[in-house]
C-alpha cells in the first residue's frame, strides 16, 4: 500500500525496492521515487546500494527469529516476548524456533535467568530469594549466586 504525495493511496506491486514492503510512500518528482516505510514480517530495514534507499531485507541476524506461528508471523528478537520470544533469552547469544513444535529455545540467557532445556527461567522461580544463579545443564544443579537482599545469604 502506498501513500503518494496528494494522500492518495495506490497499491504497487512488490518488486525492485518494495520487495517485503507492507507500506509505504511515493514522493512528489517526475521519478515518482517510491520508498517503503513498514516491511512485512517485521523485517528489518538495510541500505539498498542499487536504489540508494532503505529495502527491507528477509535474512536476520542471530538474535532473531522467525516465528511460523500464523497468528503472529514475522521476524522478532529472542527476547520478544510479543513474538513468541522469552523475556530471559539473551538475543546476542542467539536462539532458534522449531516450527514442529512451535518452541523457542534459547542459547544463553540474561543474568538473574537460568537455561533449562532451552528454557530461561527467573532464578526466583527456583528459590524466591534469589537474584542471581547458574544451572549445570547436564546435572541440572541449581546454585544461587547472588541474593535479594541482606537478609538472606547463601548457604
Known amino acids: ?9 495506490d ?11 507492507e507500506k509505504g510512500y511515493e514522493n512528489e518528482n517526475k521519478f ?3 520508498s517503503c516505510t513498514k516491511c512485512i514480517y ?3 530495514f538495510i ?9 527491507c531485507d528477509n535474512r536476520y541476524d542471530s538474535d532473531y527469529f522467525f516465528n511460523y506461528n500464523l497468528n503472529i508471523l514475522g521476524c522478532y528478537k529472542c527476547d520478544d516476548e510479543n513474538g513468541g520470544g522469552q523475556i530471559g533469552c539473551n ?3 542467539g536462539c532458534s524456533y522449531i516450527a514442529a513444535d512451535d518452541h523457542l529455545y534459547c ?7 537460568f537455561l533449562y ?13 534469589c537474584l542471581e544463579c547458574d544451572c549445570n545443564s547436564t546435572t541440572y544443579n541449581f546454585t544461587c549466586n547472588k541474593c535479594i537482599n541482606n537478609k538472606f545469604y547463601i548457604n
Open 1 to 9: 500500500m502506498i501513500t503518494k504525495y496528494d494522500n492518495i493511496i
Open 11 to 21: 497499491y504497487y506491486p512488490s518488486e525492485y525496492e518494495l520487495v517485503n514492503c
Open 32 to 34: 515518482k521515487n517510491l
Open 42 to 44: 517485521n523485517y528489518r
Open 47 to 55: 541500505w539498498g546500494e542499487e536504489y540508494k534507499i532503505n529495502i
Open 91 to 93: 538475543p546476542e547469544k
Open 107 to 113: 542459547n544463553s540467557c540474561k543474568t538473574g535467568y
Open 117 to 129: 532445556g532451552g528454557d530461561c527461567l527467573a532464578c526466583s522461580n527456583a528459590d524466591r530469594n
